[in-house]
């Protein structure tokens, strides 16, 4: 009788079994290297890390995790959402921390290769995964530079190598190296705990609130290693936070969790400047203009951001002509005219089109706009009656108030 062939994945491998034997299959392979011809009609496994998690917990709270994503292979994933909404419990599944219950099926994998599906699992400390907690945890016992010689022990040899004194460097803990933890700041820490995650090697870096246990101060301190950390990373990153301020300056794309389930997705400019989502009905609702710096004036202690064929002022810091820098604009900050009032105090005045208007649904009294400066979007929050009086509609121009401005790189 002839056998007909069985597909099976080995360490993210495919392999054909047919008349007992293994033939590993490629994109490129249409024979494999046997006496016997086999044709087998595959599809290849999708890139990026796939989830389907539905994770049972029984007991007081009664809750569970319901998820179907597939996420980038690159870049910075926020998990976003209230406490409680299943964001670090989806790490924690992704580590291989949470083992499953009767009724539970989770399937994990990384651009194809296998971590945990209803008859299989990948323990997890064979899962090439770094994590950053909300605490550092580092080994008390140990200098900074003996947790990090730790990671690198156990790091997965497989992967490309992202260098100790490049990671040193990328973070600046050169200094720190020789002190003990407890000698050290909640952010010098937290800045080591970065590195020692990804001097493990791994395949994707998961974080945990990484700032939640710092002050604010701390907090601004820390952000330009992370941005760098984000930047130069070749692996995806989940990153889980409850500040929206975290999440527009270094994520990519964004999943919104509600009591374990997926609310939102999708590009994190995109979606937080789509009317309708929940981040338009933010207090602090916001945008990011990116650009470079076209013009400074000491005298004044301003620099001017070049955008879309227009100009930004803000206090002028460290950087240069030249430099590109990110800045946050709230919705709140915005005021809308129907032309330009250069008896002003207001310096910054761009000309917008309005591309969509909502109501707000729990303040009746309020409007969202979405405006368009070029193609770059940003939201205004004005009071309904002021939307009535301009007689305001889709595809109007206006000119953009805007009161102020935050540097975030």
Same mark, same amino acid.
């Given at each position: ?21 293994? =033939? ?26 796939? %989830? ?29 959402? @209230? ?24 399937? %994990? ?18 899962? @090439? ?51 003990? @933890? ?17 001097? %493990? ?30 930047? #130069?990373?070749?692996? @995806? ?57 076209? +013009?400074?004036?000491? +005298? ?7 955008? +879309? ?22 919705? #709140? ?12 105090? %207001? ?59 935050? =540097?975030?790189?």
């Amino acid at each position: 009788m002839r056998s007909s062939p069985h597909i099976v994945f080995i360490n993210g491998h495919l392999f054909v079994c047919c008349a007992g034997f293994f =033939v590993q299959y490629s994109k490129t392979t249409k024979t494999p290297s046997l006496s016997r011809r086999v044709t087998v009609t595959v599809k290849q496994p999708a890139k990026g890390l796939n %989830i389907r998690v539905f994770q049972q917990h029984t007991g007081q709270s009664n809750f569970s995790l319901d998820l179907d994503l597939q996420l980038p292979n690159t870049g910075v994933t926020a998990l976003f959402g @209230p406490s409680g909404s299943g964001k670090t419990t989806l790490l924690r599944c992704i580590a291989g921390l949470e083992k499953s219950v009767k009724g539970s099926t989770n399937h %994990i994998s990384l651009n194809g290769e296998l971590w945990q599906s209803h008859d299989f699992w990948l323990a997890s400390h064979k899962r @090439p995964v770094g994590y950053v907690f909300q605490d550092a945890n580092l080994f008390p016992h140990l200098t900074a530079q003996d947790n990090l010689r730790f990671s690198i022990q156990r790091a997965d040899k497989t992967q490309p190598a992202i260098h100790y004194d490049d990671v040193v460097e990328l973070l600046n803990i050169a200094s720190i190296l020789t002190q003990y @933890p407890g000698q050290l700041s909640g952010g010098e820490r937290q800045r080591v705990a970065m590195a020692r995650a990804l001097l %493990i090697q791994p395949k994707i870096l998961l974080m945990d609130e990484p700032l939640a246990a710092l002050d604010d101060a701390l907090k601004q301190d820390i952000l330009p290693y992370l941005e760098r950390l984000c930047h #130069r990373a070749k692996i @995806p990153i989940l990153y889980v936070s409850h500040s929206l301020d975290e999440v527009i300056r270094l994520a990519d794309y964004m999943v919104v969790l509600e009591k374990g389930r997926v609310l939102e997705e999708g590009n994190t400019q995109r979606l937080i400047s789509t009317l309708g989502t929940s981040f338009a009905r933010y207090q602090d609702a916001s945008m990011v203009v990116s650009g470079t710096v076209v +013009e400074q004036n000491t +005298e004044w202690g301003l620099s001017w951001l070049g955008f +879309e064929n227009q100009t930004i002022a803000f206090k002028q810091g460290k950087e240069a002509i030249g430099d590109s820098v990110r800045l946050r604009i709230q919705s #709140r900050d915005i005021s809308v005219s129907l032309s330009k009032h250069e008896d002003s105090s %207001i310096l910054n005045r761009l000309t917008v089109v309005i591309d969509d208007m909502e109501k707000d649904n729990k303040d009746p009294s309020m409007v969202m706009v979405r405006l368009l400066a070029g193609n770059t979007p940003l939201l205004a929050k004005i009071t309904a009656l002021s939307a009535h009086s301009l007689k305001l509609e889709k595809g109007q121009t206006l000119v953009a108030q805007i009161k102020s401005v935050a =540097v975030l790189s």
